[in-house]
């Protein structure tokens, strides 16, 4: 940045592979292209030219980051101009804006730095052609899909019994095990533990991990079978030997998954008391 | 009451005389030991510590019936609230839900009638066990209306003991939730009947309990949207009756013109988005009523045309219309909490304070696992148990399942919505498998084997009793504490009784002037006016956002201004609870942070949490905190004097850091009350300088004097 | 409000007291501190003491340096009034420091102290806590055109010419402290130190009674110093010679740059007139400091709040509250009510209670923001007290209110009000009814009703037709 510029410059520090893994740092690269191009598209014509869109990466610019203290990343960083007519004096230190708080969408930088700059402009989004003609064709399909099966079905025919009752149970299912908490908060799937093993249960009461939804659905949905079986399938079979056996092994299978869901519970809480196998 | 059939169950075994007589006997005798398990085992808290209302909202609750009770009904309805934020008043008539005080006004006027006097207090701590019960009756009803009795009787005893509702309803807990779940199920037991029997008065009957629900809790918005919705999906799957009409339709008009009798209500039944679903439903089948009127008179292939174009241009129509009004405003946008369910990012981004409350996160399977346990287990076959049978009743606890799970995955709060349905679904599991393996004798849907039997029951036997076992633990253990008492343990494993709340509170009661202000964080508000009888600024009915951002800027804010603001605000003490000494976890300074957002949500010039982090990001306390952090309001009065107390030595155990080292200076509040664990402490705002000399010089003078 | 309640008690305890004593509302013990005897003895104010005296005070002499001047004896404040007329002293009796002369003022004792050329130690610390600065030691007030020459009779103490005995009219406006008995009398003959007023000095509380004239300046005339540019010189309005304090609580403190101002010698001195042909006449020195000490010993210019009345007034006035106590206020209103807001006023002088005579006396409610401000005008007057009041338009926002009377003027005591009093909305039976708009919603609930029974008795006897029909 040399000392006499006469033109703000926006600044976006960021990491792109290497040896710095940054998700957030990917996810916003896009959006600051889509901010960038609103401005070459949206801003006072007489201002079109006098605003420079930089990255800076880590591997790159180092020394940057360390004279300006960037800690994290991605982190866009607005330098007003320090010399000529638009110089503010004293208020052209370079100023940044917290991504994690405002979004990583470029209308949020599009409002940082409509205050900064002093003038507005908006965001302009191309139309993503891509993902409208995706949807579009999925639409289409299940229209005629709809369209050529529907009249062949009737309602009494349509076996609820089977999707519908499939359906219903893995929503509730994935709903009772923490799907929500995990889309809602933005959860890992997993993470390596300590020792660089996977881990699959988070060690705390309030917190999971993506991958505990599926294991205690799992459970959960495996339970169910055992119950239905004992109820709907076994009493059907013939053999009374085969019987017997499916029988204890059906409900040996719902005492260990009980006994499995009360150990992953004494992970995530080690003050808890009972056991039932394990 | 009896159901011809079973779920699953092709026919019942016949019964001999004898056991046929003693059934119903055994039947009430059984569900009699039910309600009291259900009412003892919330008793915990009150034989552990005493006769106390728990948390924060029953505090609110426990006022607002004392005052019923000591001015009736129509002063309470005109209530206006000079005591709580002041200076802005609530119109508390206008802004309650009336039910729960109501209730309990009037069984202590019944038991004053019969000359038993009970005092007011009493009857609140007792009221959530007392209608546990009634709630285990309540689906012992509708369980058996779905399946059949042996399912009521299990759905019954878990619903008795889940921790899911247990956690709402102890000894204590006089919230609107410890009543509200049994007027649902009972609701919806009646709406089961009414719709099988097509009676219009059970119709009536369940609007009038829908209308106890409305004056009882916000929480009536699901039984407004789940009738509909069942009624909806059984158009939709072409079981249209004229018994569905007519519950329907008396439930509708009844439920909606009593629900709009209750001023908090008001006109929402017909202006928000939340009862429209109930309205278009309402629309909806008096089409299809139409409909059918016009089949039975027209030849079948010209009614299907005209059918499907009524249909289609009706909902279009309806759709238009409600896109229309929503997008001039003229039905009222969703509010916010509402609006938090289904858009999950909305309130983090946009409603700090809905946020900022635990009860509103989305709830890890861990929790809603502590809170159901076996229950869990056996929901998905008790689902699918509904699925065999797929009637009315099966579809209708299909449709709850679904939603209800949906909601307690996003809100800690609704898995209390989701526990009784599980009970059903688990007593109806229960059923069916003690249909297979428990009757002695041999039907072709059973086994041969009475080994096998032996081994199955046995199993289910340890499962249940290991339930039960979980359940008082959990009870025991994670919901009986009141939060207003404290109880930790010993390393030698006795208990210790932290009672530092009621302390501060009785201290404020007794030396404070009658009319004097208190500002703390709106936590403690309810306790604190309900304790102490003295006015406060906010509370934790979280009407007016900016009254409780002003609270949090003076929070934040340095002593000169935060001292300028209090003095607008006409306050005389400062409240604020600090856990560093004895590890309270839930102490102000970790709440410091939503203090900050909220504040700077609405004064955005004046506060900017960056400037409470250290420079490298950091939410930290000790001496590398933030000037700002360490100039605020909040930090001083929580460390203020920590340090020298413990010799230097102060270590705040909450956060694992060093007390901040250099003493803090405190010129315009004086210490006047530390409770004994330094949770609560309490500071007097001086007055003026009586020369009109600024504080701060005040105290060097006086300091320079001595 | 507390300040006001104090007040109030005191006043109230001292009204009824019976004619030749004290004629002032806070009490009638004084104290008067004075130097060493070898500096001053109480005769030297023996005119200023007898006018203390002949107004009901009992008055108590103590040296400034002795150890039984103690101000406060167990916490109970021993004095009602104190004259310091001790400014050399470096020491104040039993350990009196700067903080325990504060303390006497909020303990709502008053206060007049006078201060020399070489004032220092606890009193200097004290005045600076009121916002007040004195001159550097040494200097003294000097006026070269407007002095009194030295009495060239007296040997020994002959005046070197320095012109500082200066004689000054320069009295601020306010006519509460001086009167036009001395406005209207000779000037006032002075001598001693000046002072400034600290920047974060509060003007509310603290304002100049007396200046010297523009060519008045401050000096050291002891080596015949010359005057450098270096000098922050301190002159003319800028330099008070007496200022006036009066605390939150109302105590007042008069603070005095000189000590001869109460002296026999001064009060005796003629000064020359206007008109240098005729003979001197008296200056204006004794009622002056009558003045100066009445007004700071509470016996004039202190207003007091009787009573405060509000209630509804129009179509809405409400009778119950009447019936069961008139003259309490109601706890409470009503959105948009109209009310009448009355004050009691009494001002204090001349012995006695009058009608409060004041102006822009403004009413206010404030809801965090104040949301009504309006002038109460005179209303009627009794021979004791004045009644000033306002018909009020109550906001349309309910909460809760504090009705206030705030006034503050200088010289006057502060009359402060406060009621909180909440503002409710509408109760549930207290809304119009029948009103215009409302009559196609009960002409549609009527009409429903009608045609449902109409509907009914139609069905109910067109019923057996139908099905005769059908039969047929």
Known sequence: MSKDRTFPVMVLFTAYGGSFPCNPCEAFAPEYQVVADSWRRLAPAAEKDRLFFMVATVENTRSAFERLGVQSVPVPYHFPPNSGSQAKGNANKPQSVDLNKVGLQAESLVKFMNQKLGYTFKTYRPINWRRLSIIGLVVSFVITVAVILLPRLSWRSFSFKGLGSSVVIVVTLMMCSGFMFVRIKGIPYMIAGRSGQPEFIAGQFQHQWGIETQIVASVYALCGACIVALVHRIPKIDNQIRQSVTAVVVMALFMAAYSAMMAFLRIKNPAYPYRLLF | MAKPSSVAVAAATPPTPATRDMLPLLRVGILVLIAIIGFSSRLFSVVRFESIIHEFDPWFNYRSTQYMVKNGMYSFWNWFDERSWYPLGRVVGGTVYPGLMVTATVIHNILHGLNYPMDIRNICVMMAPLFSGLTALATYLFTSEVCNRTAGLFAAVFIAVAPGYISRSVAGSYDYEGIAIFILMLCFYLWLRALRTGSPLMAVFTAVTYFYMVATWGGYVFIINLIPLHAFVLILMGRFSNRLYVAYCTFYAVGTMAAMQIPFVGFQPTSSSEHMAALGTFGMLQLVAFAHFVRSHLPNQQFKQLLRWLLVGGVALLVGIFLLLSATRFIAPWTGRFYSLWDTGYAKANIPIIASVSEHQPTAWASLFFDLQLLMLLFPAGIYFCFTKFEEAQIFVIIYSLFASYFAGVMVRLVLTLTPIVCVAAGIAMANLLYSYGSPTATPAKPRNSIIQLAVLGCLFISVLMFMFHSTWATSEAYSSPSVVLASSRPDGSRIIIDDFRDAYYWLRKNTAPDAKLMSWWDYGYQLTGFTNRTVLVDNNTWNNTHIATVGLAMGSDEDKAYEILRKLDVDYVLVVFGGLVGYSGDDLNKFLWMVRIAAGVYPDELNEKDFYTAGGEFRLDDQASQKMKDSLMYKLSYYRFNEALQGQGMDRVRQSKAPSKPIRLDMLEEVMTSSHWIVRIFKLKEPDNLGRNLHKVATFNKKQK | ?472
Request: with cysteine; net charge neutral; glycine share 6%.
């Open chain 3, 1 to 472: 409000m507390r300040f006001f309640h104090l007040l109030l008690a005191a006043t109230l305890a001292y009204t009824s007291i019976p004619e030749g004593q004290a004629k002032s509302l806070t009490g009638d013990r004084a104290l008067l501190v004075l130097p060493k005897a070898t500096e001053a003895k109480p005769e030297d104010y023996g005119r200023f003491v007898e006018s203390l005296k002949s107004r009901g005070f009992s008055v108590t002499f103590q040296t400034a340096t002795s150890n039984k001047l103690n101000l406060f004896v167990y916490g109970e404040r021993q004095f009602d009034h104190l004259v310091l007329l001790a400014p050399k002293a470096k020491r104040l009796g039993n350990g009196i420091t700067a903080k325990s002369l504060v303390e006497f003022i909020d303990d709502g004792g008053n206060i007049v102290m006078a201060a020399g050329s070489d004032f220092g130690g606890a009193q200097r610390d004290f005045a600076k806590q009121l916002g007040i600065d004195f001159d550097l030691r040494g200097n003294v007030a000097v006026d070269h055109f407007h002095y009194l020459p030295a009495p060239e009779t007296e040997a020994g103490v002959r005046d070197p010419e320095n012109h500082t005995r200066i004689l000054t009219d320069q009295y601020t406006n306010s006519t509460y402290i001086v009167g036009d008995q001395v406005r209207q009398g000779g000037p006032i003959l002075y001598q001693g130190v000046g002072h400034r007023h600290m920047t974060n000095s509060q003007p509310t509380m603290l304002w100049s009674v007396l200046t010297g004239y523009p060519t008045t300046y401050s000096f050291d005339t002891s080596e015949g110093q010359v005057v450098t540019s270096k000098d922050s010189l301190l002159s003319g309005s800028k330099m008070h010679l007496v200022s006036a304090f009066q605390a939150r609580n109302n105590a007042r403190v008069m603070v005095v740059g000189s000590t001869s101002l109460f002296s026999d010698a001064f009060f005796a001195t003629p000064v020359p007139s206007s008109t240098v042909l005729t003979s001197p006449k008296p200056n204006g020195n004794d009622q002056f400091v009558r003045d100066l000490t009445e007004w700071t010993f509470q016996e004039k210019s202190v207003v007091r709040v009787n009573s405060v009345s509000y209630h509804v007034v129009g179509p809405n006035e409400s009778d119950e509250k009447k019936e069961s106590n008139p003259s309490a206020n109601p706890g409470s209103f009503r959105v948009s009510d109209r009310i009448k807001y009355s004050i009691n006023l009494s001002e204090y002088y001349a012995d006695q209670w009058h009608p409060a005579q004041v102006n822009q006396l403004q009413f206010e409610a404030v809801m965090l923001d104040p949301y009504v401000r309006q002038t109460l005008e005179a209303e009627s007057r009794t021979g004791t007290a004045a009644v000033y009041s306002q018909i009020i338009d109550l906001p349309d926002v309910y909460g809760v209110f504090t009705f206030k009377v705030d006034f503050l003027r200088r010289g006057l005591s502060h009359v402060k009000h406060t009621d909180v009093v909440p503002i409710l909305p509408f109760k549930h039976n207290e809304y119009d009814r029948y009103l215009v708009s409302a009559y196609p919603y009960y002409i549609s609930a009527g009409s429903l009703m009608v045609s449902f029974l109409v509907f009914c008795g139609i069905w109910i006897f067109n019923g057996d037709s139908t099905i005769k029909v059908k039969k047929s």
